[in-house]
């Protein structure tokens, strides 16, 4: 059944043995008293209940208030009453019973519900839809946006978009109640003390944007050092008021009013989506939003994302050609040493200096201390290159998450090769440099002039083993010719080997065919890549070099 088709909603919402709804304290209110109200079914679950609802709390008390005759109807996605109790425990409007899990999941059926997102469907009471996208309209609007239609909503994007040609900082940052910030000493700064400036709105929730603030940090006073006039104000989108005053005790910039409505407002008046970590909006001197993302900047320059600024398209412009032409002059040096760190570490405390280690090959092993993937594999790889090229060397670099130096050193004891100390501010470096996110397990060949050659040495060394070595493109094409040459002075195919014994006793032939992966050879245990002798019947496989040699 359609949404659009669900009929009046005492229908949709009574069965035979329940003709009501109930309160959190237990009180039951008939479905019947619903008549000629705006109904909004509101789908969500316990590990959801946090900003959204406290925003739509604050819009259903207000127009309660105003007597506005709508009603909202939490219809719970938990599978546990305990999680119900919690959820529904904090809201002041009413609720599908939890024991009613036919028609809750016959709600979420008509609607289309998504699992894992709360979802808002404005109706009216003869059951007509009349917005699906609720939770976007009373986040951005509040109680301005009420009936919550789709044309009310049409109508007030109109009306931002026509206040963004008019957009003055004041207009940004200025409510009807309220013309100033706070600073980290809880007083108040007038927002007339920020015109003229660049500002950046940093919309910023909990924790989770840690790695954010701390570049953004250093950006603000190395540019608040050099004169520049240049200011930050946090836009919080805490849901709790301790996490609001942690963040504001250790910032260095000015921030809105804990639960200032005109942060939800601003986030949705810059289009930001609603589950955000972090944002940046930067407002230019002339109260006009500048076109620039500095989250984007700092993670791919770190803090030297400051040379943008004033993050005019002049300026990014020169910035870009600047870092292009970094790339293009990359050495050995410039990757790996800053101020007085220019050396990495090897056994027993030894300290290599980088300017030793220039025009040898070099790769930088990218993989967390504790996620030690295919290191048996690479250790057995570096012997095999070491033994004809002394001018080769792997250098470990810390994740960005590695944070236990007992773990580093425990899995440095287990390499062969150099690292970068613990504590070496220029693995940051390297792991925004060579974009590593996630759980890594990449390794980077820099070749002898401190040029990158390649970024996929894992898979080539997987494919060809320490014949891929020094993992030049002219090196791969060599090794693709023979590949292609080789088999041809090989049969295409070969009886059954002595190791070969299938259940089937008929004739079993192994089959020469180019692999699209590695395998691990039935006879010697070591990977194989390129060209196997393989049964497919039975998941046999053989080195070319295994299969001929017994014939």
């Excluded at 910023?204 to 944007?209: L, T, Y």
């Excluded at 970590?277 to 320059?301: A, F, R």
């Excluded at 800053?338 to 050396?343: A, E, H, L, R």
């Excluded at 080997?497 to 192994?510: A, E, K, M, V």
Aim: with cysteine; glycine share 4%; hydrophobic share 40%.
């Amino acid at each position: 059944m359609a949404a659009e088709e669900v009929g009046d909603i005492v229908s949709l919402l009574s069965t035979d043995e329940r003709n009501f709804l109930i309160r959190n304290n237990g009180d039951k209110v008939a479905i019947g008293s619903l008549e000629g109200k705006i109904i909004a079914l509101y789908f969500t679950r316990f590990s959801l209940c946090n900003l959204f609802t406290l925003r739509l709390i604050e819009v259903y008390n207000e127009l309660s208030s105003q007597d506005s005759n709508f009603e909202i109807i939490f219809v719970s996605k938990d599978s546990y009453e305990e999680f119900f109790d919690e959820c529904f425990s904090k809201m002041p409007w009413l609720a599908i019973p939890f024991s009613d899990s036919w028609m809750r999941i016959k709600l979420e059926n008509i609607f289309l519900v998504m699992a894992f997102d709360p979802e808002l469907i404005i109706l009216e009471a003869n059951g007509k839809v009349l917005n699906r996208e609720g939770v976007q309209a009373v986040r951005e609007y509040g109680t301005e946006g009420f009936p919550f239609t789709i044309e009310k909503m049409s109508k007030l994007i109109e009306e931002t978009e026509n206040a963004k040609k008019d957009q003055i900082l004041r207009s940004v940052l200025v409510s009807p109640s309220r013309d100033y910030l706070i600073a980290n000493d809880r007083s108040k700064v007038s927002v007339s003390n920020l015109e003229g400036k660049i500002v950046a709105l940093y919309f910023s929730c909990n924790d989770c944007c840690a790695e954010y603030t701390l570049v953004l940090t250093k950006i603000y006073r190395k540019l608040k050092e050099i004169g520049e006039s240049f200011e930050v104000v946090l836009v919080p989108l805490h849901d709790e008021e301790s996490c609001y005053d942690k963040a504001v005790e250790n910032m260095p910039w000015l921030a809105f009013p804990f639960n200032d409505k005109r942060c939800d407002k601003l986030s949705c008046y810059f289009g930001l989506q609603l589950y955000i970590c972090s944002t940046v909006i930067l407002i230019g001197s002339d109260g006009k939003t500048i076109d620039v993302d500095l989250i984007e900047l700092i993670k791919e320059y770190g803090f030297d994302a400051w040379e943008a600024f004033p993050f005019s398209q002049e300026k990014m412009h020169e910035f870009s050609e600047k870092e292009k032409a970094k790339l293009e002059s990359q050495t050995l040096e410039s990757l790996l040493v800053s101020g007085d760190q220019d050396y990495v570490i090897g056994k027993k405390g030894l300290k290599v200096p980088v300017k030793e280690l220039v025009g040898k090959t070099i790769l930088l092993q990218f993989t967390y201390n504790w996620c030690g993937v295919y290191v048996n594999e690479l250790i057995e790889e570096y012997h095999k290159i070491k033994n004809v090229d002394t001018d080769f060397e792997v250098i470990f670099v810390p994740g960005k998450y590695d944070d236990d130096e007992n773990l580093f050193n425990e899995f440095f004891s287990d390499i062969p090769w150099l690292a970068l100390p613990f504590d070496y501010e220029r693995s940051e470096f390297l792991n925004r440099r060579f974009e590593i996110h996630g759980i890594p397990s990449l390794l980077v060949a820099i070749g002898p002039t401190g040029r990158t050659i390649t970024n996929e040495v894992w898979k080539l060394l997987m494919i060809h083993g320490a014949d891929a070595y020094p993992f030049t493109e002219e090196k791969l094409k060599e090794l693709e010719h023979r590949n292609k040459e080789m088999p041809k002075r090989w049969p295409k195919k070969i009886r059954r080997h002595d190791l070969h014994n299938p259940q089937d006793p008929g004739d079993h032939y192994l089959f020469l065919i180019r692999c699209c992966s590695t395998y691990c050879c039935d006879r010697c245990g070591e990977r194989g890549d390129s060209w196997s002798y393989c049964c497919i019947e039975c998941d046999f496989d053989l080195h070319p070099k295994c299969a001929l040699w017994c014939l």
